[in-house]
């Protein structure tokens, strides 16, 4: 057993940093360490059943940290998108699939639906794994992936229920090897316990969780609260599988429920780690399952199988992306990410192959057919990435001037992080906005959530002039691009003299730079928020709350005006570095006075 672990860390740290090197990223790398020691090529392991069925607890694990992410009222916003959108995924490519096999290959009805419900899933660890290394995930079409792949994780379990049912077997003799405790009961009985488990993990993630964690924490023992967190994904697996229910969907659940507790993050630290190393050797052994010879074998039958199953499924997804008017781009990233067979494939071929519903040649065939676009499931996103994500880099066209609504109130230039925050505060108060930001991606989501933001450059004169810079009273330069920022605010001294601005500084430097173009009122991003924290600190080492905001204030002028007197400077080295050293000695000077003054007031008032 040590031998076997041995191999399989070797592959990954040899192939996976390689692949990362070449721009594959870590998903085709686990893959093409898989291929590198699978029985069919080097044969440094054997059979990869038993491996791959340990391993799929990463996709378990992995849709745990995805639940910690999702509050309740985020899950039911994407309520539409997953039950539309994923029902019809999943029911129009089954449909499809269950036709061709059906008619063009002319299999039996029970084998055609089979296999059309088992590829109409998708590999939920890959597309997670990899829209989160590509930072897609929030994208639309991240978005809308996560939704279809929560569905078809969610109907697995009536496709398991349903599969039995195809069969001219007896299916009290079929051999599963992991029976179910419910098997032999009603159906009414099975929906009732499932309902009943379900609501009590609900339970007891929201009520009963927290006080365990707490007690966990208080032994301040970090290894205990991971044997902890191990534990309590570990039980709900296995409940939901001893139930015949997804251990996934249990989890994931589970994951929901504890997203606003206040152990969240350090769960999602603790069980990280381990998702990652199960989630990697999930991988490798795909890879390692790839049939080469009979793939040589069945080439020109295998490629077309291949294609045409990420042909249809990429077409179905499209003509759906569509119908739910995602965004252009969004649309092929959508379709190109769930092209591929899933995880729960192999789960589903080997519950047919106990039930006689496929042929041993038609098992090795599906099996490898998933196998294989699995494996090319990482090479479609490269490619949307190094052509179609590349070519979106051009942008589409900024909003007409005509189209931009002008303010006679405020401009805000960026409406990211910074920005939104002096939006809301200006908009509570009444003052009108015209908004402008340069990224496609920011405006789309600012757009979903009724935010009125027009595409547009502040750099450009025009597009500054059509959001009423000629008449407004303030425009807000708020965002992150240094050089960006004293672009716009030259541009608007020099042809707007009249419009006031404040900015939004990335530091001292950046801070000098806007004084020298004449901009006097900005703030620097952080300033506020660590002197903020510093007068905190003071408190907690001993200080009355009054002192330490004193210290706050006095600190907070000192370094105003320092910043004043500095600017004049910024650029001769030697006097700088003079004036600073002068300054904290200054600094230093008036906080120890004003201490002193302090303790002489407090004890006259003693006395």
């Known amino acids: 057993m040590l031998d076997l672990a041995v191999i399989y860390l070797a592959a990954a740290i040899v192939a996976v940093p390689v692949a990362k090197r070449l721009g594959l990223g870590s998903v085709l790398g686990y893959l093409l360490a898989g291929i590198l020691i699978g029985p069919f090529l080097l044969g440094l392991v054997g059979d990869q059943t038993d491996v791959m069925h340990f391993a799929e607890f990463g996709v378990v694990m992995m849709l745990f940290l995805v639940g910690l992410e999702l509050q309740p009222s985020r899950l039911w916003k994407l309520r539409h998108s997953i039950i539309g959108l994923g029902g019809l995924q999943v029911c129009l490519t089954s449909l499809i699939l269950f036709s061709i096999c059906f008619w063009f ?26 829209l989160n290394e590509k930072g897609w995930i929030n994208l639309e079409a991240g978005q809308n992936s996560f939704s279809v792949l929560l569905f078809q994780d969610i109907a697995i379990i009536p496709i398991l229920a349903m599969l039995p049912l195809l069969t001219f077997m007896d299916v009290s003799a079929v051999a599963d090897g992991h029976s179910s405790l419910v098997e032999h009961f009603p159906i009414y009985l099975k929906v009732i316990i499932s309902i009943a488990v379900i609501a009590s993990i609900v339970f007891a993630g929201k009520y009963i969780s927290a006080p365990l964690f707490r007690y966990i924490a208080n032994t ?31 989890t994931f659940l589970a994951g929901v429920v504890l997203a606003e507790s206040e152990f969240r993050h350090e769960l999602e630290v603790d069980i990280e780690p381990f998702k990652g190393l199960l989630l990697g050797l999930f991988f490798m052994t795909v890879g390692a399952s790839i049939d080469f010879p009979l793939l040589q074998q069945e080439f020109a039958l295998v490629t077309f199988l291949v294609l045409g199953l990420v042909i249809i499924k990429g077409i179905v997804l499209y ?47 599906t099996t490898l057919v998933v196998a294989i676009s699995m494996l090319l499931a990482p090479l479609l996103l490269i490619f949307y990435e190094r052509f179609i994500e590349r070519e979106d880099t051009t942008r589409p066209d900024f909003d007409k001037a005509e189209e931009i609504e002008a303010t006679k109130n405020v401009i805000i230039a960026g409406y990211g992080r910074f920005g939104q925050i002096v939006g809301r505060l200006l908009t509570a108060q009444g003052y009108h906005l015209s908004i402008l930001d340069h990224s496609p991606s920011q405006i789309d989501l600012l757009r979903r959530f009724g935010n009125k933001v027009f595409y547009g450059d502040a750099a450009r004169k025009d597009l500054l002039e059509a959001s009423g810079a000629s008449q407004a009273e303030l425009l807000v330069i708020a965002i992150d691009e240094a050089d960006k920022i004293l672009e716009i605010a030259e541009l608007a001294k020099k042809h707007f003299p009249n419009l006031q601005i404040v900015a939004r500084a990335i530091d001292r430097r950046h801070a000098y730079e806007l004084m020298n173009i004449g901009v006097k009122t900005f703030k ?64 230093r000077l008036v906080l120890d006075k004003d201490r002193q003054d302090q303790e002489k007031l407090k004890t006259c008032k003693q006395d």
């Open 105 to 130: 290959f002319g299999f039996r009805w029970q084998t055609s639906l089979a296999i059309g419900l088992m590829l109409a899933l998708s590999s939920t660890a890959i597309v997670l794994q990899t």
């Open 524 to 587: 620097r991003e952080t300033f506020d928020s660590a002197l903020n924290l510093g007068i905190d600190v003071l408190t907690l080492l001993g200080n009355s709350r009054e002192s330490a905001e004193r210290a706050g204030r006095l600190f907070s002028q000192h370094d105003h005006e320092t910043l004043a007197l500095l600017a004049e400077l910024w650029g001769d080295d030697h006097s700088y570095g003079v004036a600073v050293k002068q300054r904290v000695e200054d600094l």
């Open 220 to 250: 301040r023992l970090r290894e205990l609260f991971t044997v902890f967190a191990l534990f309590l994904v570990i039980v709900i697996a296995v409940i939901m599988q001893k139930i015949g229910l997804s251990p996934a969907l249990g």
């Open 319 to 365: 003509v759906l992306a569509h119908w739910f008017k995602m965004q252009s781009k969004q649309k092929i990233l959508f379709s190109l990410a769930l092209a591929q067979g899933g995880e729960f494939a192999f789960v589903l071929l080997s519950l047919s192959s106990s039930l006689a519903l496929l042929t041993p040649n038609q098992l090795k065939l």
